[in-house]
């Protein structure tokens, strides 16, 4: 597995686990890597990076997921197929580092390795249809990563 690939795999086993048990993230994300070390610093950061990117907006990112699959109501999209879009949908589009190609790419040979055998089908199906509004998400995600920053600022100045 390429190393970018295997922290994508350990962010994925993260969203998973956090997703089924709400364990806290620092201590998930901590532990996985205790567990299968990525041996290089740059990859834990990325992976950890994905995790805590993730996390505060996945009812944002579920929202236009599930406008991309309307025939599946998000809870009843398995925890892998969700957290794997949630990744790719996060990576392109809030992130922006990673080419909505390789973002695909990336989830389709994830969903090989973890996902039932539909599930490859389902995630580049979604995430096309996703990649076509990049830009409208990418506006959507950042006025909200905006307000949230405005927010805690806020609550910060009042604390003082």
Do not use: C
């Not at 996060?90 to 790419?105: D, M, Q, R, Y």
């Amino acid at each position: 597995m390429k190393p970018r690939t295997k922290a994508r795999s350990i962010a994925l086993q993260a969203l998973y686990e956090i997703d089924l048990t709400d364990h806290a993230t620092g201590v998930v994300i901590e532990h996985l890597f205790l567990e299968t070390p990525l041996k290089n610093e740059n990859l834990e950061d990325f992976a950890r990076k994905i995790v805590l990117g993730v996390e505060p907006l996945r009812e944002e990112l579920d929202q236009f997921i599930s406008e991309h699959a309307p025939e599946w109501p998000i809870d009843q999209v398995s925890t892998i197929d969700r957290n794997l879009l949630r990744i790719a949908l996060w990576e392109f589009a809030v992130s922006g580092e990673t080419p909505i190609k390789v973002a695909i790419n990336e989830a389709i040979e994830l969903a090989k390795r973890y996902g039932a055998d539909s599930t490859p089908r389902f995630v580049n199906g979604v995430l096309g249809s996703l990649a076509a509004r990049q830009n409208e998400i990418r506006q959507s995600l950042a006025t909200r990563l905006n307000k949230d920053q405005t927010d805690s600022e806020q609550n910060q100045e009042e604390s003082d």
